[in-house]
């Protein structure tokens, strides 16, 4: 894997979420700041970062598990297919068969915390749903002495009322980096 692999997959995420929208920006966004989070978290396994463009394609869009298995390898389709959620009566069955798979995937923790991060720091309706299912969140995929810097950042978040998180994310900060981490 190399630096061409994460073009590659940049390229075909942007192709496969083709129209979508985050909120009210492309839905490129998202895979950029997942992409960005597990690079700013120290993440140098090029096989995650090429995952992190693709995370969301299984579960957003018409490609299949094997099309990523062939053109990025089985680790990149293992990753992808992990953080996506699968059937269930509602959310809380989905999320539970998709922490079996991620506590069965390595690397997949540290993929699902970055998209988590993306989407606490994007804002938006979902943060409060994001608070409330923290702790379930949490013990379901901590373990000790991996990602914690990632874990704090969103204890850290979650600490604030939601009104000082959205407070915090308007006036452009982000907890980590005022931290300087």
Known sequence: MNIDAIKVAQLFATQAHQGQLYG????????AEVHGWLVEFGCDD???LVASWLHDTIED???????????????????????????????AERKAGVYQKIKGTPGATMLKLADRVANVRHGGALVDMYIKEHSTFKEELYVSGQHEDMWEWLSIEFSNSPGEVRRLRRRGATVARDLEW
Do not use: S, Y
């Open 24 to 31: 009210f920006l492309p839905f490129t966004h998202h895979l």
């Open 61 to 91: 869009t018409n490609t299949k598990r094997k099309g990523i298995q062939e053109l990025f390898g089985e680790r990149v389709a293992d990753l992808v297919w992990a953080v996506t959620d699968g059937p269930g009566a509602n959310r």
């Open 46 to 48: 090029q096989e995650l």
